[in-house]
Structure formats: C-alpha cells, structure tokens
C-alpha cells in the first residue's frame, strides 16, 4: 500500500543550527502539506503546495522556515536557524488534489536543545 | 474566527464501554468535517461528513454531523485497548483551499 515517507524520523538539533526534514508523497498526488504539531494541540497547517506551487503558507514563519517543492513531487522544510520553540512533530500530508482525503507520513519529531 | 472545538480533552473507560466524543465548529463556508485517529504518528482517516444526519459506520466506530448545531459526535461501541488514542476532529477552513484546521483532540484511554 502506498505511503507517505518521511526522513529523518527524529531529529535533535541544538538552538541556532538548522535543519531539514524531507518527504516523499504517495505517487500521483498533486497536493502536499506541511504541518506542525506541538505536543497536546492538533496539527497547524505550515504550507501547500499544487505540484511544484505554494498555495498557502500564511502560517509559515518565513524568517527562519522555507519550504520547497522544486519539481512537483518530493518536498523539503528548512527552518535556519532552529529555535527552542520549534520542537514539535512535523508531519507531511499528501492527497490527489486539494478537495481529496490527506495521507498523512509518519512524521518527523525535531527536538531542539 | 474560524475554530473546531473537542471535547473532552481526555477521557478514561474501561474496555467493552462505549465512548462518545464531541467536535463543534464555527466555520465560514463549510463544506465538511473529518475525524482522525492518531496513535503514536501520524493522523490516520476515519470518516468524512458532509451531509447532516446521515450516520457514518466502520465496524465499532460511527460517526454523525448535525450541521443546524454545528457539531459532530463519534462513538466507539465495545472499546477495545487498541482504540486507546488521540482522537482529532478537522475542518476545511477556506472554500477553493482545503487547508484542515484540527481540534486539539481528545485523548481516549483504554482500560483493561
């Protein structure tokens, strides 16, 4: 059955530095998103994209997090330079397109000391 | 101010109970809500509601949408220890963008 992948799956990263998170979406799907989940709270949308086109990301910090998604089919989320607040799980979604079911990957959990 | 709201936050129940688990809404331009089910990773699908009163069923777990009160419920019939989990409950925010805002969840504990 086709997955969402994610890598690395932990990260633990000191204040300052930065890091990358990268996410292969199920094949076909047009659409993919970034989330943030910090612990007890649900997941907040960080960015969308349609194929290699951001849709939204109102709620990205785009002063230390970029997200790309060059040819419209794996993404990665940057966020330089990494803060304490940032410790959360970080989860990629994808669907065939924006009014589909989202398919969640397993999540990368940033922790930063 | 668009929200979803869950409740309880948290929930503890001995197996063979039944659970019921709350989502209200203020959304502009609704157009469906989705539960979730999140063990240790990521979300897992549960149901999509679009329509109001009309009862979605997978084996114990039922869902229904009452769009005039704007809420939703999902009941677990004869809890299992595997339906201990975070149960998420979304909306789409924005018509022409599904971007899903999520309830905080409610934590369901599973007691043997």
């Known amino acids: 059955e086709a997955e969402v992948a994610q890598s690395p799956r932990y990260k633990i990263t000191e204040k300052s530095q930065a890091v990358a998170f990268w996410c292969d979406p199920i094949s076909g799907h047009a659409t993919l998103y970034w989330y943030r989940q910090i612990l007890g709270q649900g997941p907040e949308l960080l960015v969308q994209?349609?194929?290699?086109?951001?849709?939204?990301d109102s709620q990205l910090p785009k002063d230390r997090f970029s997200a790309e998604r060059l040819k419209g089919v794996d993404s990665t989320l940057k966020i330089q330079p990494a803060e304490l607040g940032d410790s959360a799980m970080y989860l990629c979604?994808?669907?065939?397109?924006?009014?589909?079911?989202?398919?969640f990957g397993p999540g990368t959990r940033l922790t930063v000391l | 101010e668009d929200k979803v709201v869950q409740s309880p936050l948290s929930l503890v129940v001995h197996e063979g109970d039944t659970v019921t688990l709350n989502c209200s809404y203020e959304v502009t331009n609704f157009r469906s809500l989705l539960w979730y089910k999140q063990e240790k990773k990521a979300p897992t699908f549960l149901f999509m509601l679009t329509s109001s009163g009309i009862e979605k069923k997978s084996g114990r777990l039922s869902s229904i949408l009452d769009k005039k009160e704007l809420f939703s419920i999902l009941n677990i019939t004869a809890t299992q220890t595997g339906d201990s989990a975070v149960y998420l409950c979304a909306a789409p925010l924005r018509f022409g963008n599904e971007k899903l805002t999520f309830g905080t969840g409610t934590r369901l504990t599973i007691i043997p």
């Open positions: 994209f349609q194929d290699e086109s951001v849709v939204d």
């Open positions: 979604a994808s669907s065939l397109g924006p009014y589909n079911e989202q398919f």
